[in-house]
């Protein structure tokens, strides 16, 4: 799944430098002239990054009435400085990034692989797999129960077990990711069970490289669908 773009500004020799930049960083770009236009998009359809260029009249407005629009909501305003303006009101604009006019390449790759970051792992932090590898719980007294991994996030993970368990005792989970180099191994806690033998657990504790490696594996499958 591509992340998308929409470019406010008419500065045409400054949105193809944008357009090649958020193509590098595999992002659709859109791009509208008119800040009314904008919005009449945005209240359509999901915007996940928005760049504005605030040298545009009516960028204040444009500002104001995004505020108000709820279908904002999830995007993330970039706002491009114009050689004119020394400071920039961030909180006004609802800015979460910022640049100047005329763009460094270097500045805009750096600033915009932040925001595309950002948006990534807020997708990433929802966003669920379906999964049908074998998964060992392991109890605090050391008892250990097989199951079959349901669905992963970065948060926790859903499963079937062969046999009951005692939800109080959970203590950490092991499974393996297909292509991945090396096991999950995490700290959990039981978050919820059913009569079917489904439960729900939530990590609680794993290493710096296990994590990385989890969020790696999730954002692959996320691009792939």
């Given amino acids: 799944m591509t992340l998308s773009s929409l470019v ?68 993330v305003p970039l706002v491009i400085m114009g050689g004119s303006q020394k400071k920039l009101d961030m909180e006004a604009t609802g800015a979460v990034f910022a640049f100047d006019k005329p763009i460094s390449v270097e500045q805009a790759v750096r600033t915009l692989s932040a925001a595309r970051n950002m948006i990534l792992d807020g997708r990433l932090r929802y966003h669920r797999a379906g999964l049908d590898v074998p998964v060992t719980l392991t109890s605090r007294n050391q008892k250990r129960v097989a199951g079959q991994l349901i669905n992963l996030s970065q948060g926790g993970l859903q499963l079937r077990l062969d046999e009951e368990f005692d939800a109080g005792s959970t203590s950490s989970v092991s499974f393996e990711l297909p292509g ?29 490289r296990v994590k990385e490696s989890l969020r790696l594996w999730l954002a692959q499958q996320y691009f792939a669908n």
């Fill in 8 to 75: 406010v500004s008419r500065d045409w020799q400054e949105v193809s430098v944008l357009e090649c930049i958020l193509g590098g960083l595999h992002m659709d770009v859109a791009v509208e002239s008119e800040p009314q236009k904008a919005l009449t998009r945005l209240a359509k359809s999901k915007v996940d990054a928005l760049i504005v260029d605030r040298d545009l009249n009516g960028t204040p407005q444009f500002f104001r009435d995004l505020h108000r629009q709820a279908s904002r909501s999830g995007a």
């Fill in 180 to 208: 991945a180099a090396s096991r999950v191994k995490a700290q959990v806690e039981m978050a919820w069970s059913d009569s079917r033998g489904n439960i729900g657990v939530r990590f609680v504790k794993m290493s710096p």
